[in-house]
């Protein structure tokens, strides 16, 4: 329980504290550090101009990572130190609090820190240096593999054996509620026509969405040395819901021989609040079974490594459900995307954002796209209003939702929202 009123189905409960980026009406060039908690915002460089961590003389010695307009620095410090700032915070947060005079007490101190998160914008969490895709819904890539290649073909020889993934475009990552242009690019309009196969340049007719989770990094390893999957999760920082929106017509067209590029790189929404790792210890349990005899370097101590999240994504014009499933459905854990991601050498740094690749189940209902929903555009789906989509359309609006826990003490990660605006006119 919280001195602050709570309402029990809140994402932002005590036992979250997702971090953020805001800015305040009265300081629009201003971003600084936040925490969700309710309905409302704590400004972290209010809170710390105002005394509030002098409790705590080791956060105190680095409190100037609260005036960042990132949460980069803060990440970078490490999860003791995330650890220590979020059970501190829950600590003055909290109805029977050590410390009453650091914020609940003091009337001046909350006025100016606390605020209506319906008052704030939110901006992109952490500056993001490099962005990975991966690809570890398996459910996801046997559906789409059917699709293209038939059942005897779904999933490719590797696919067992190691996280398959794809660098994606960093500056194109934006945060909830930016809206997302239909873009234009190569089409092969009728796939099946025979040799010579000439595409033409139209704007995308086959607009996706892609359910999935994010995760920042916050350590950096040297550049040669790879990181074990032991010592992973030292590298989490946090996760966020993602919507990796994706052309399919431009995919099919251009993604072999070397995969995805432009019908990818059109935007990436995430949401603004990051839950640390911390908040999601409880959340862990297995994914998806792999009796592949894995390499050293991707065997786990544990196969309980899969985050459990319900996931829910809706057409918010008249509320008509697209998707509800759960993040354990993955085939790879976090710590093995970071193995694999940095058994060349490859270098992590705080602020890189890896994608978990679109999250889907078996049931219906559960299809995280709607490649998969529409079986690639043959089956549509009906909306409240009586419409069809078999893709989206523009003027739609997706919002993804993603939470565990029980009500009073729910960890969510509000929503990840975005609405499809019309191709530009070219040149």
């Given at each position: 329980?919280?001195?602050?009123?709570?309402?029990?189905?809140?994402?932002?409960?005590?036992?979250?504290?997702?971090?953020?980026?805001?800015?305040?009406?009265?300081?629009?060039?201003?971003?600084r550090p936040a925490i969700a908690i309710g309905e409302n915002a704590l400004d972290l460089l209010e809170f710390s101009n105002g005394g509030g961590f002098s409790a705590s003389p080791d956060i105190q010695k680095h409190a100037d990572v609260f005036s960042s307009a990132t949460l980069n620095d803060f990440a970078a410090l490490g999860r003791p130190f995330h650890r220590a700032v979020r059970e501190y915070l829950q600590s003055v947060l909290a109805a029977e609090?050590?410390?009453?005079?650091?914020?609940?007490?003091?009337?001046?101190?909350?006025?100016?820190?606390?605020?209506?998160?319906?008052?704030?914008?939110?901006?992109?969490?952490?500056?993001?240096g490099d962005y990975t895709d991966f690809y570890a819904g398996k459910n996801h890539a046997h559906s789409v593999g059917v699709l293209f290649r038939g059942p005897a073909n779904a999933l490719q020889p590797n696919y067992m054996h190691l996280p398959v993934a794809y660098h994606g475009r960093a500056s194109s990552v934006v945060v909830s509620g930016?809206?997302?242009?239909?873009?234009?690019?190569?089409?092969?309009?009728?796939?099946?026509?025979?040799?010579?196969?000439?595409?033409?340049?139209?704007?995308?007719?086959?607009?996706?969405?892609?359910?999935?989770m994010g995760m920042f990094i916050c350590r950096e390893n040297g550049l040669g040395s790879p990181v074990s999957v032991a010592e992973a999760e030292d590298f989490i920082?946090?996760?966020?819901?993602?919507?990796?929106?994706?052309?399919?017509?431009?995919?099919?067209?251009?993604?072999?021989?070397?995969?995805?590029?432009?019908?990818?790189?059109?935007?990436?929404?995430?949401?603004?609040?990051?839950?640390?790792?911390?908040?999601?210890?409880?959340a862990k349990g297995p994914g998806i079974p792999n009796e592949t005899e894995l390499l050293p370097y991707l065997q786990q101590d544990t196969d309980n490594n899969v985050l459990g999240i319900e996931l829910e994504v809706e057409i918010i014009s008249d509320k008509t459900a697209v998707c509800?499933?759960?993040?354990?459905?993955?085939?790879?854990?976090?710590?093995?995307?970071?193995?694999?991601?940095?058994?060349?050498?490859c270098n992590l740094r705080p602020g890189d954002l890896f994608g978990s690749g679109t999250i889907s189940g078996h049931e219906p209902g559960s299809e995280g796209c709607l490649l998969e929903k529409t079986q690639g555009g043959k089956i549509p789906l009906r909306l409240n209003t009586g419409e069809e989509r078999t893709f989206l359309q523009d003027g739609d609006t997706l919002v993804i939702r993603g939470w565990c826990g029980e009500n009073g003490a729910m960890v969510g990660f509000g929503e990840v929202s975005g609405t499809i605006q019309g191709a530009l006119p070219l040149f």
């Open positions: 329980m919280s001195w602050l009123p709570i309402h029990p189905t809140s994402h932002f409960s005590l036992a979250n504290i997702p971090f953020g980026i805001i800015s305040r009406a009265s300081a629009p060039s201003s971003p609090t050590r410390y009453p005079e650091l914020l609940r007490d003091n009337r001046q101190l909350r006025q100016k820190a606390i605020l209506p998160l319906s008052e704030v914008e939110n901006h992109l969490p952490l500056a993001i930016t809206a997302i242009r239909r873009p234009w690019g190569q089409i092969l309009r009728d796939p099946n026509k025979t040799d010579p196969k000439v595409p033409v340049l139209a704007p995308s007719e086959k607009l996706d969405l892609e359910l999935e920082f946090g996760y966020v819901l993602m919507n990796d929106w994706s052309a399919r017509d431009l995919q099919a067209w251009e993604y072999v021989p070397l995969g995805p590029f432009t019908s990818k790189n059109l935007g990436t929404s995430i949401s603004p609040w990051v839950v640390l790792a911390d908040a999601l210890e409880g509800r499933t759960n993040s354990k459905n993955l085939l790879w854990s976090w710590p093995q995307m970071i193995a694999h991601h940095t058994i060349s050498g």
